[in-house]
């Protein structure tokens, strides 16, 4: 999770070299100012092998800088490491650093550091829940101050994903205990801004590093409020309390469609990692037949759902990825909506309305079943509501069920107390699913949930782990995409668009496939329109 | 008085064990695991992860054991540390309470500056044009949802005629500030706050002055009062007024542990990191040792409140002192 929400929105471990994109401006970039940004949640441990929820992954993102990391297009490319290599079909890598990088309180960082990184996150006294993406790693080797050498039992591909963590300092935690370290409070870090303050529940604020490698980010300060309550988000948007916020479908379509917010910000649009899906239950007799799968697939308006619930903010999903993933397939079929064919689908399998009161019968029994969704996700319930509604006209009676999330993970999903469900995934970069679709992950509190199982599926989620050629891999995953959509073990629903708003006063901010925060350090303000002025760099 | 002090300090003990017990059995059944923020639903975190997450925070002991090792450690008045970030509890709680208490403590005594005055007129003529005015008033702020009050607030004062600021408890350049404007920006950002909080509650102050003020001043001794020739203000404020706070100090001692804890709904719509947000979150999180800690604070108080307020009664109605019984 570190690492996905290290790279969402907010959270920008560097800038990518985009070479004079400052200069395609007329106007020299300005320095000074201060960016406010407002978050729902307060961060919790301020260090990247600890950082679990968004909040602590933001700040740990722009403290913290790893090996490698996305750039705007979700290439991997060298972070603090300058280059690196794939070696013996993916069992070596090598990284090689910058020259002359160096922790926030000037001690240089080496190869040491990134050793340290890798025990602490493989010791198991330390509190990490991100251990097991090394657990194929047989040894690190420092070869010399800026080389190390990491060698694995198997080809891994999604390693090159993990080491995009937050390297941590050696010479200032070798003593400490990682989990109740001081450390956690007033961390030091190596990326482009510095720790200066965290008032708890309150503020966090960060200053811009001098001695950045990049460059020194032309924004002074970073202040991350929070603001727990949605409606005073709004409130504070308005008084230009915060200066960037993600906004809900509705705001972005209505509520900010007047001319003062039009004048003191700008939106984007980007889609999201993640989609949302309607689940079954495979080991449920009836959802076993894919005709069924495949019928309500085809009787699902999906076209109506983002339309009519995310106000058009987002895409129709045939699959797990986003179309800006490489993994996506082009020429998958979303599965286009008609109800003939889903009737004659689901009449193929034995589902007819014999006695004639509306619902598909079988055997005597009409097909009724329940929706599950969780509390809390007014999105989610209108989405059950569309299901519903759409399932109906085909015959299909869909109850709908709205349970609290955690009695919801323990006594339904992992229980497999379920027919259907109504749920989203936000994933890393990586296509990687070994975890939602290997038949081997279907133990309590493991993720293949519904109970899917296909040998040839196994097989290519296998190969595509230990395959680190990039046209190989997107082939494999491509192939994925298609089984997937084939057997519809989900039925993908839609992809959701990220909506972030930020002031007008900023410069230089772009929507990319990775988002908008990728360039934090080239943000600038035009002096003329600085607005924190007081505080000095 | 010392010995019947000691008698019901002492009858507490069971009671807050009790208390303990019970709260620590209902967390607990409650669904849902301290560590399914670090890995439930992550597909990046393995099960073996979390079931060693689960050892090292000793939440695959036994019931009765996690329950005897709290009570061990709250023996030695150690509250252990947090589930969600590692920090002893008590050092969570140090840091929120002064925010709350400056809270409480300022919305207390605009309560009482206005309920107080309020009750008390109203008592003098019931039934007049003064009595119906307030208590429609009273009764339009007991029956108002404070968090949409408060948003009407912010929406007025904050947005349309920007004269206070939305949310927050300082200015984001704060730090800057010189020390006079330091202490203006916090009054500043406190205002509605307070306000909000304190006007809930006048409402129900004021009737409960008021019904008492109604009784004393039907006593005998008001009408000798009266007959003497007594100017009104003493009758109102000297003889009738001290009888008719009795009920208060029963009240102020049950609201003791109303202090300390802050209400979930203002602190969160105003972005005020107080103890109503530590405890609300500690519930999402599952964050057992902070929600023990807070029940058994909370439980204490509301105790030493009831004995607090036995004794303050017996101090100023000596009809009641529970020594001449003894």
Same mark, same amino acid.
């Given at each position: 999770?570190?690492?996905?929400?290290?790279?969402?929105?907010?959270?920008?471990?560097?800038?990518?070299?985009?070479?004079?994109?400052?200069?395609?401006?007329?106007?020299?970039?300005?320095?000074?100012?201060?960016?406010?940004?407002?978050?729902?949640?307060?961060?919790?441990?301020?260090?990247?092998?600890?950082?679990?929820?968004?909040?602590?992954?933001?700040?740990?993102?722009?403290?913290?800088?790893?090996?490698?990391?996305?750039?705007?297009?979700?290439?991997?490319?060298?972070?603090?490491?300058?280059?690196?290599?794939?070696?013996?079909?993916?069992?070596?890598?090598?990284?090689?650093?910058?020259?002359?990088?160096?922790?926030?309180?000037?001690?240089?960082?080496?190869?040491?550091?990134?050793?340290?990184?890798?025990?602490?996150?493989?010791?198991?006294?330390?509190?990490?829940?991100?251990?097991?993406?090394?657990?194929?790693?047989?040894?690190?080797?420092?070869?010399?101050?800026?080389?190390?050498?990491?060698?694995?039992?198997?080809?891994?591909?999604?390693?090159?994903?993990?080491?995009?963590?937050?390297?941590?300092?050696?010479?200032?935690?070798?003593?400490?205990?990682?989990?109740?370290?001081?450390?956690?409070?007033?961390?030091?870090?190596?990326?482009?801004?510095?720790?200066?303050?965290?008032?708890?529940?309150?503020?966090?604020?960060?200053? &811009?590093?001098?001695?950045?490698?990049?460059?020194?980010?032309?924004?002074?300060?970073?202040?991350?409020?929070?603001?727990?309550?949605?409606?005073?988000?709004?409130?504070?948007?308005?008084?230009?309390?915060?200066?960037?916020?993600?906004?809900?479908?509705?705001?972005?379509?209505?509520?900010?469609?007047?001319?003062?917010?039009?004048?003191?910000?700008?939106?984007?649009?980007?889609?999201?990692?993640?989609?949302? =899906?309607?689940?079954?239950?495979?080991?449920?007799?009836?959802?076993?037949?894919?005709?069924?799968?495949?019928?309500?697939?085809?009787?699902?308006?999906?076209?109506?759902?983002?339309?009519?619930?995310?106000?058009?903010?987002?895409?129709?999903?045939?699959?797990?990825?986003?179309?800006?993933?490489?993994?996506?397939?082009?020429?998958?079929?979303?599965?286009?909506?008609?109800?003939?064919?889903?009737?004659?689908?689901?009449?193929?399998?034995?589902?007819?309305?014999?006695?004639?009161?509306?619902?598909?019968?079988?055997?005597?029994?009409?097909?009724?079943?329940?929706?599950?969704?969780?509390?809390?996700?007014?999105?989610?319930?209108?989405?059950?509501?569309?299901?519903?509604?759409?399932?109906?006209?085909?015959?299909?009676?869909?109850?709908?069920?709205?349970?609290?999330?955690?009695?919801?993970?323990?006594?339904?999903?992992?229980?497999?107390?379920?027919?259907?469900?109504?749920?989203?995934?936000?994933?890393?970069?990586?296509?990687?699913?070994?975890?939602?679709?290997?038949?081997?992950?279907?133990?309590?509190?493991? =993720?293949?949930?519904?109970?899917? &199982?296909?040998?040839?599926?196994?097989?290519?989620?296998?190969?595509?782990?230990?395959?680190?050629?990039?046209?190989?891999?997107?082939?494999?995953?491509?192939?994925?995409?298609?089984?997937?959509?084939?057997?519809?073990?989900?039925?993908?629903?839609?992809?959701?668009?990220?909506?972030?708003?930020?002031?007008?006063?900023?410069?230089?901010?772009?929507?990319?496939?990775?988002?908008?925060?990728?360039?934090?350090?080239?943000?600038?303000?035009?002096?003329?329109?600085?607005?924190?002025?007081?505080?000095?760099? | 008085?010392?010995?019947?002090? &000691?008698?019901?300090?002492?009858?507490?003990?069971?009671?807050?064990?009790?208390?303990?017990?019970?709260?620590?059995?209902?967390?607990?059944?409650?669904?849902?695991?301290?560590?399914?923020?670090?890995?439930?639903?992550?597909?990046?975190?393995?099960?073996?992860?979390?079931?060693?997450?689960?050892?090292?925070?000793?939440?695959?002991?036994?019931?009765?054991?996690?329950?005897?090792?709290?009570?061990?450690?709250?023996?030695?008045?150690?509250?252990?540390?947090?589930?969600?970030?590692?920090?002893?509890?008590?050092?969570?709680?140090?840091?929120?309470?002064?925010?709350?208490?400056?809270?409480?403590?300022?919305?207390?005594?605009?309560?009482?500056?206005?309920?107080?005055?309020?009750?008390?007129?109203?008592?003098?003529?019931?039934?007049?044009?003064?009595?119906?005015?307030?208590?429609?008033?009273?009764?339009?702020?007991?029956?108002?949802?404070?968090?949409?009050?408060?948003?009407?607030?912010?929406?007025?004062?904050?947005?349309?005629?920007?004269?206070?600021?939305?949310?927050?408890?300082?200015?984001?350049?704060?730090?800057?500030?010189?020390?006079?404007?330091?202490?203006?920006?916090?009054?500043?950002?406190?205002?509605?706050?307070?306000?909000?909080?304190?006007?809930?509650?006048?409402?129900?102050?004021?009737?409960?002055?008021?019904?008492?003020?109604?009784?004393?001043?039907?006593?005998?001794?008001?009408?000798?009062?009266?007959?003497?020739?007594?100017?009104?203000?003493?009758?109102?404020?000297?003889?009738?007024?001290?009888?008719?706070?009795?009920?208060?100090?029963?009240?102020?001692?049950?609201?003791?542990?109303?202090?300390?804890?802050?209400?979930?709904?203002?602190?969160?719509?105003?972005?005020?990191?107080?103890?109503?947000?530590?405890?609300?979150?500690?519930?999402?999180?599952?964050?057992?040792?902070?929600?023990?800690?807070?029940?058994?604070?909370?439980?204490?108080?509301?105790?030493?409140?009831?004995?607090?307020?036995?004794?303050? =009664?017996?101090?100023?109605?000596?009809?009641?002192?529970?020594?001449?019984?003894?």
């Amino acid at each position: 999770m570190a690492i996905r929400t290290r790279l969402s929105l907010l959270a920008v471990a560097a800038a990518v070299l985009l070479a004079g994109s400052a200069s395609v401006h007329a106007e020299e970039p300005a320095q000074g100012d201060a960016l406010v940004v407002g978050s729902i949640g307060d961060a919790s441990r301020l260090l990247p092998i600890l950082a679990t929820d968004s909040a602590s992954g933001d700040i740990v993102g722009l403290l913290f800088n790893g090996l490698l990391k996305y750039d705007a297009q979700l290439r991997i490319v060298g972070d603090l490491a300058e280059s690196w290599k794939v070696d013996d079909g993916g069992l070596t890598l090598t990284f090689t650093l910058r020259p002359n990088l160096r922790w926030h309180d000037g001690v240089p960082l080496t190869a040491d550091d990134v050793k340290f990184t890798y025990e602490k996150l493989i010791d198991p006294a330390v509190r990490t829940p991100f251990s097991s993406s090394y657990e194929l790693v047989q040894s690190v080797e420092v070869l010399d101050a800026r080389t190390i050498r990491i060698r694995y039992r198997e080809p891994f591909a999604p390693a090159l994903e993990s080491w995009m963590m937050g390297l941590i300092p050696k010479h200032l935690l070798e003593r400490e205990d990682l989990n109740t370290t001081a450390f956690l409070r007033r961390p030091v870090g190596c990326g482009p801004f510095r720790f200066v303050r965290w008032k708890t529940g309150e503020l966090i604020e960060l200053v &811009a590093n001098p001695d950045y490698f990049e460059h020194r980010p032309r924004i002074n300060r970073y202040l991350y409020r929070i603001i727990p309550d949605e409606a005073t988000m709004f409130l504070e948007l308005l008084t230009s309390g915060i200066d960037l916020s993600g906004l809900t479908p509705l705001q972005y379509q209505r509520q900010t469609d007047t001319s003062l917010m039009r004048r003191a910000y700008r939106k984007f649009r980007y889609p999201s990692f993640g989609f949302t =899906y309607l689940g079954y239950n495979l080991h449920d007799a009836r959802f076993q037949d894919v005709r069924v799968r495949q019928g309500i697939n085809a009787a699902i308006n999906k076209q109506a759902i983002v339309d009519g619930v995310l106000f058009g903010l987002g895409s129709v999903a045939t699959g797990p990825y986003s179309k800006e993933s490489w993994a996506y397939n082009p020429s998958v079929a979303a599965g286009a909506y008609d109800r003939a064919r889903a009737k004659a689908l689901l009449a193929e399998a034995g589902w007819v309305d014999h006695d004639g009161d509306g619902w598909l019968d079988r055997d005597g029994q009409p097909f009724r079943f329940t929706l599950l969704t969780n509390q809390g996700n007014e999105v989610r319930r209108q989405v059950c509501e569309l299901v519903q509604e759409q399932l109906k006209a085909v015959g299909i009676d869909v109850t709908i069920r709205i349970i609290e999330w955690a009695t919801f993970v323990h006594e339904f999903i992992d229980k497999r107390r379920f027919e259907a469900v109504l749920l989203g995934w936000s994933l890393s970069r990586d296509p990687d699913l070994y975890d939602l679709f290997h038949s081997s992950k279907t133990k309590e509190g493991e =993720y293949n949930f519904v109970g899917y &199982a296909n040998p040839d599926v196994d097989a290519l989620l296998e190969r595509g782990r230990r395959t680190f050629d990039q046209a190989e891999r997107q082939r494999i995953y491509q192939e994925v995409h298609r089984r997937l959509a084939d057997d519809q073990p989900y039925t993908f629903l839609y992809v959701a668009d990220a909506l972030p708003i930020v002031s007008s006063r900023f410069r230089n901010v772009s929507a990319t496939p990775i988002g908008i925060g990728y360039n934090l350090i080239d943000w600038y303000v035009p002096l003329a329109e600085q607005r924190y002025r007081r505080m000095s760099p | 008085m010392s010995a019947y002090l &000691a008698r019901r300090l002492l009858a507490l003990a069971p009671v807050l064990l009790w208390i303990t017990l019970i709260s620590f059995g209902i967390i607990h059944l409650a669904p849902g695991k301290p560590t399914d923020a670090a890995g439930a639903f992550n597909p990046k975190v393995s099960l073996e992860a979390r079931q060693r997450m689960e050892q090292l925070y000793g939440l695959d002991q036994p019931l009765p054991v996690q329950y005897g090792r709290w009570l061990g450690r709250l023996g030695r008045l150690d509250f252990g540390r947090s589930f969600v970030d590692d920090r002893p509890v008590l050092e969570k709680i140090a840091e929120r309470l002064p925010v709350t208490l400056t809270i409480n403590v300022l919305s207390l005594a605009l309560v009482l500056g206005l309920a107080v005055p309020l009750g008390v007129l109203a008592a003098v003529r019931p039934g007049s044009a003064f009595d119906r005015l307030t208590t429609v008033g009273v009764f339009i702020g007991y029956s108002m949802p404070s968090f949409w009050l408060a948003l009407l607030c912010m929406a007025y004062f904050g947005v349309t005629l920007r004269w206070l600021p939305v949310s927050g408890l300082h200015s984001l350049e704060y730090e800057s500030l010189p020390r006079l404007a330091q202490g203006l920006d916090a009054a500043w950002h406190l205002l509605l706050p307070v306000g909000i909080t304190a006007f809930v509650s006048v409402a129900g102050l004021s009737r409960y002055m008021r019904s008492s003020m109604v009784d004393v001043l039907r006593q005998d001794y008001i009408r000798t009062a009266r007959a003497k020739g007594l100017p009104e203000p003493r009758i109102l404020f000297h003889h009738g007024l001290r009888n008719g706070l009795l009920p208060l100090i029963t009240i102020l001692g049950l609201s003791l542990p109303d202090l300390i804890g802050g209400s979930v709904i203002a602190e969160t719509i105003f972005s005020i990191p107080g103890m109503g947000r530590l405890f609300y979150e500690a519930v999402m999180a599952r964050d057992y040792p902070v929600i023990m800690a807070l029940v058994t604070i909370g439980a204490v108080l509301t105790m030493l409140g009831n004995v607090l307020a036995d004794v303050a =009664y017996a101090y100023a109605d000596p009809r009641i002192r529970v020594g001449k019984a003894l």
